[in-house]
């Protein structure tokens, strides 16, 4: 595991936390990991691969994109 930390949502009062996992490590250590943290399985893991050195975005996208995340994140399992 590379990073653990909480991220605040200004769109919703709760905190979301993240993991920065390297992708050698197996998906079964990521998801025991998360059940062992949080005491229940994981309602939505999701994967994003890659980094900002060869793509840019502009600032509407960006902001449009990251609401999308934590809008998935925020609201899975809640159907």
Known sequence: MKT???????YE???TKFIRWDIKIS???LYNFI???CEQK???????????KYFTMNKR???????GIIEAATTAGNA
């Open 13 to 15: 009062s709760s905190l």
């Open 61 to 67: 996208l960006e902001k449009e994109f990251m609401c």
């Open 35 to 37: 059940l062992k943290d």
């Open 27 to 29: 998906e079964e250590k």
């Open 4 to 10: 653990f930390g909480i991220l605040y949502n200004p």
């Open 42 to 52: 994981p309602n939505l893991i999701i994967s994003i691969f890659g980094g900002a």
